[in-house]
């Protein structure tokens, strides 16, 4: 049975992903002096991990960036990539159906590797996604499969070591990867 997951306990394992992935930058390279900052998110706005939201905007370490478009923030993710910044999209599944084309051309042929939190807005906590009444939710799997992006189901706290696994598959595989936030964050 999923769980919602403390807006506290994303932001930790966001900053560490951030640090390591800074950490992993600086021992490849000769980098200059570290910026104040950890990492980005760019998030388009998303009643489904309010809480994480706006529990970033008091968070110092990181930068939020909000977006009018799933577009912008692919778009805008990318730059941050190519400028050496660690970066997360947070999305909801309505945006996910909306930046297909960006997606497909930016992350996916462009090669560029972002990382997605897709909020469930909708989610039953007493059904599979694939089973919802929600055609919003139920199709959202089988379209990240049809694009071939690798994904995972936070379904409580026991799943945030996921968060870094698929950020640094991201990395790995250059494109896009996404864990999917199964209930509204607390």
């Known amino acids: 049975m999923p769980e919602s997951i403390p ?3 994303i932001i930790e394992t966001l ?3 951030f640090r390591e992935a800074r950490s992993a930058r600086a021992a490849e390279s000769e980098a200059g002096p570290q910026p104040g900052h950890l990492g980005w998110i760019m998030s388009v706005p998303d009643t489904h991990q309010r809480t994480v939201l706006a529990a ?3 968070e110092p370490s990181i930068r939020v960036l909000t977006c009018a478009t799933e577009d912008e923030a692919n778009a805008i993710a990318a730059g941050l990539y190519i400028g050496d910044e660690p970066c997360v999209a947070m999305i909801q599944h309505a945006g996910l159906y909306a930046s ?3 997606l497909r051309g930016v992350a996916i042929d462009g090669r560029v ?3 997605y939190m897709i909020g469930l807005l909708h989610r039953e906590s007493d059904r599979d996604p694939s089973e919802s009444r929600h055609s919003m939710v139920r199709y959202c799997e089988p379209l990240l499969d049809t694009f071939g992006v690798p994904h995972a189901r936070l379904e409580g706290p026991e799943d945030l070591h ?4 698929y950020y640094r598959l991201s990395r790995k595989r ?3 990867a996404a864990v999917l936030i199964g209930l509204e964050t607390i």
Do not use: D
Not at 162 to 165: F, H, N, Q, R, V
């Open 113 to 115: 590797p972002i990382f």
């Open 56 to 58: 970033l905007e008091k």
């Open 162 to 165: 996921l968060i870094g696994e």
């Open 100 to 102: 297909v084309n960006t």
């Open 174 to 176: 250059q494109g896009p």
């Open 15 to 17: 900053k560490s992903v």
């Open 7 to 9: 807006a506290s306990l």
